[in-house]
């Protein structure tokens, strides 16, 4: 069984530009979540989707938004990039509720 | 809101035993997971505990829930070099969350 797929690996941006990142689930998975990972902050919840809809969202500002597919593959979005932006994207899917997750490699976003 | 805490570094010699520590605020956890991070990977699922179990093993893993103190751990026996990684934990709350609490890592050196 596939696991959790991001893509790309590895982004270069430079400030002001717009970027978007793509997961796509472990088949069967309809919870797709979102988290932001760095040094200093730790793992930090971005979003989650179920069924295409957003039922839970972090403290992150407007700039960061996401979507999902029918196929329940998944999007984020990061508008007017900034230097702070930089990290690891981590997309984790689950089956149900109290399922654990499970993660993709991540998207390691780099911003200049 | 809920907390998950966990000491930041470790260090074992090869062959020893690890244990790694966390405790939780979240008194209506249902399930607690061990994740192993390395490094430019994602979070892999180690094993998790549901919270009316005291120990959980699975080969060199072994799982200990102290529900009273809130308090979870991960021992490693025969502790390799491949074994070092950061290592998460999570707590699901009882709401039919599909969203886990993660601690901030502890990494985890072994040594020759």
């Known amino acids: 069984k596939a696991g959790v797929t991001q893509t790309p690996r590895y982004l270069i941006k430079t400030r002001g530009q717009q970027v978007t990142l793509s997961c796509s689930p472990i088949s069967g998975h309809r919870s797709v979540s979102w988290y932001q990972q760095t040094p200093g902050q730790g793992l930090q919840f971005l979003f989650e989707y179920f069924s295409e809809t957003q039922r839970n969202k972090g403290n992150f500002p407007g700039r960061f938004s996401g979507r999902q597919f029918s196929n329940s593959r998944s999007e984020m979005n990061v508008s007017t990039l900034e230097l702070g932006d930089s990290a690891l994207y981590l997309c984790a899917s689950s089956l149900g509720a109290n399922q654990p997750q499970h993660f993709g490699d991540g998207t390691r976003l780099s911003i200049l | 809101g809920e907390d998950v805490e966990q000491s930041l570094f470790l260090s074992v010699r090869e062959g020893d035993s690890s244990v790694i520590n966390c405790t939780y605020t979240d008194s209506s956890s249902t399930y607690l997971y061990w994740y192993k991070q390395e490094p430019g990977a994602g979070l892999q699922l180690l094993t998790y505990?549901?919270?009316?179990?005291d120990m959980k093993q699975d080969q060199r893993l072994t799982v200990l829930l102290n529900k009273k103190d809130k308090h979870l751990s991960l021992r490693i026996a025969d502790t390799q070099t491949g074994d070092s990684a950061i290592y998460f934990c999570?707590?699901?709350?009882?709401?039919?969350?599909?969203?886990?609490?993660f601690g901030r890592g502890t990494s985890l050196i072994v040594h020759p």
């Open positions: 999570a707590e699901m709350g009882s709401g039919g969350s599909y969203i886990p609490t």
């Open positions: 505990i549901f919270s009316n179990m």
